[in-house]
């Protein structure tokens, strides 16, 4: 499993949300989008109609009946009703979760030592890749 941990500074999350779910959807994978934060989750479902000018990116809140169907789901939980193999933590709290080939952890100022022991608690463990991102100007840049 690749857990990528992007440490926002410039960007808001809804808009780092809508630039990985452009490129995870571009490779024919779903996506499931977790957050606690009912607002939180509207604004990344605004962010992703607004993602590019040709395209938008369809989503849906988990709990409807179509949930299998949905390329993005966005939930409070680590279910992926849509078969997801990609899952990103916009609300920068880390969750165990298994049958995800990839995970995205974003955090900021106010969730950055949560994921400073995450990533320790993460070191050594087998099956598993770190990286660490952080946006230098308006690119995003892997630093380790």
């Not at 024919?28 to 605004?46: T, Y």
């Not at 939930?75 to 165990?96: F, K, L, P």
């Not at 400073?116 to 608690?121: E, F, G, I, L």
Request: aromatic fraction near 10%; include cysteine; charge should be negative.
């Amino acid at each position: 499993m690749i857990i990528d941990f992007w440490q926002l500074s410039r960007d808001p999350a809804d808009k780092v949300c809508a630039l990985i779910a452009q490129r995870v959807l571009g490779s024919g994978e779903r996506l499931l989008i977790v957050s606690k934060d009912a607002d939180q989750r509207q604004a990344i479902a605004k962010a992703m109609w607004k993602a590019e000018p040709a395209s938008f990116l369809a989503n849906a809140e988990a709990g409807g009946i179509s949930d299998d169907r949905q390329p993005i789901l966005l939930s409070e939980t680590t279910q992926a009703a849509n078969s997801a193999s990609h899952v990103i933590y916009a609300d920068g709290e880390y969750r165990e979760a298994d049958g995800f080939a990839r995970t995205f952890l974003l955090f900021n100022d106010t969730t950055v030592e949560a994921a400073r022991a995450t990533w320790r608690a993460l070191d050594g463990k087998d099956g598993l890749e770190r990286s660490f991102f952080r946006q230098d100007g308006g690119k995003w840049i892997k630093v380790a």
